[in-house]
């Protein structure tokens, strides 16, 4: 059984930073991409940032470009998000997704096979 469970968020102070871990298992981890959305409360979900675990090519939405990095450790399978810069226009609840397929540029305007739980992360001005 597939399972993606993210952790790490909480309140932070604007300009901190937050480090999410998106943990997998059940499936053969270097198969898979990764990806963090986020949904704020009354908008849509979005796309944060994708990577491809088995050769690290990542994208990343153009709103947290240059202070969000996404990165793998395939040894503990597990995918991070280090945040900083932290606006209160980042609030939102994080949700990972895994998809055996990937989709390169398309990776905001596809549907990924599977999802998190979500983990909330709110900072404050």
């Known amino acids: 059984e597939v399972q993606l469970v993210e952790s790490g968020g909480g309140l932070v102070q604007a300009g901190g930073s937050l480090r999410l871990s998106c943990a997998a298992s059940?499936?053969?981890?270097?198969?898979?991409?990764i990806a963090w959305f986020r949904q704020a409360p009354g908008k849509e979900r979005e796309g944060v940032s994708c990577?491809?675990?088995?050769?690290?090519?990542?994208y990343y939405s153009d709103s947290v470009k240059g202070r969000f990095t996404i990165s793998s450790d395939n040894v503990k399978n597990t995918v991070y998000l280090q945040m900083n810069s932290l606006k209160p226009e980042d609030t939102a609840v994080y949700y990972c997704?895994?998809?055996?397929?990937?989709?390169?540029?398309?990776?905001?305007?596809?549907?990924?096979?599977?999802w998190g739980q979500g983990t909330q992360v709110t900072v404050s001005s």
């Open positions: 990577i491809n675990t088995s050769d690290g090519s990542a």
């Open positions: 997704a895994a998809d055996l397929v990937w989709f390169g540029s398309s990776w905001n305007e596809l549907p990924w096979d599977y």
């Open positions: 059940g499936f053969t981890f270097d198969d898979y991409n």
